[in-house]
């Protein structure tokens, strides 16, 4: 099993988890198409065997400060086995690489195990949209940053601690 690069290429395996998983909240194939396609933004699908099983993307213009997680999913059955934080930490490295200094996300205000995700990776909770998701009558927000450089230091010193460990598989 491998992340790599996606490309439009990968787009019918990326909308199957899409619709599966964010169901009345999820993106068109159009729109999906136009970001990953986007010079702006930077995707990672995640394969095991002949299929994708997961993805996520990340906006980061080039010469800006500020970068946004823009999605990440995996299939269904293939949660729960570390490669929703090896996705999210391959987004941050890139964002790291593209000299943003701050990860901003929109995240479900029912979806606590995403929460509980992006908090363990160093995600501060900095506000609320209300309704922001028109599904099920309509779910706040709740926006969520980063500080890379605190992130990039804290992975200094635990991956020289524990020499071996990868952040992406
Ligand atoms: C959110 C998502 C990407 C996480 O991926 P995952 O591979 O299941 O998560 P991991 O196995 O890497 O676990 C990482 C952390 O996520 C949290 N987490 C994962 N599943 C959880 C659950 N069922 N309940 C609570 N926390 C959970 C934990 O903090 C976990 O860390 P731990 O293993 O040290 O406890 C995945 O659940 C998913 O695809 N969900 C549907 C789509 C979605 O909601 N995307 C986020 C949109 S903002």
Redesign the pocket.
């Known amino acids: 099993m491998s992340l790599r690069e996606a490309t439009v290429a990968d787009l019918d395996g990326i909308m199957a988890i899409e619709r599966m998983?964010?169901l009345g909240d999820a993106w068109s194939t159009a729109v999906m198409e136009a970001d990953i396609a986007s010079p702006h933004t930077w995707y990672v699908v995640w394969e095991e065997g002949a299929g994708i099983r997961?993805y996520a993307g990340l906006r980061a213009p080039a010469g800006s400060a500020d970068a946004d997680v823009q999605?990440?999913?995996?299939a269904a059955d293939?949660?729960?086995?570390?490669?929703?934080?090896?996705?999210l930490r391959a987004l941050l490295s890139e964002a790291t690489r593209r000299g943003a200094r701050e990860v901003f996300?929109?995240?479900?205000d029912d979806?606590?195990?995403?929460q509980?995700?992006y908090v363990?990776e160093g995600f501060v909770p900095i506000g609320r949209r209300p309704n922001y998701y028109p599904a099920d009558g309509g779910v706040d927000a709740i926006v969520m940053k980063l500080e890379l450089r605190g992130w990039v230091a804290h992975h200094a010193r635990t991956d020289a601690a524990a020499p071996g460990q990868e952040w992406c598989t």
């Open positions: 998983s964010f997961g999605t990440i999913a995996l293939a949660r729960g086995r570390g490669q929703g934080r090896a996705l996300l929109d995240v479900r979806n606590t195990a995403a509980s995700l363990s």
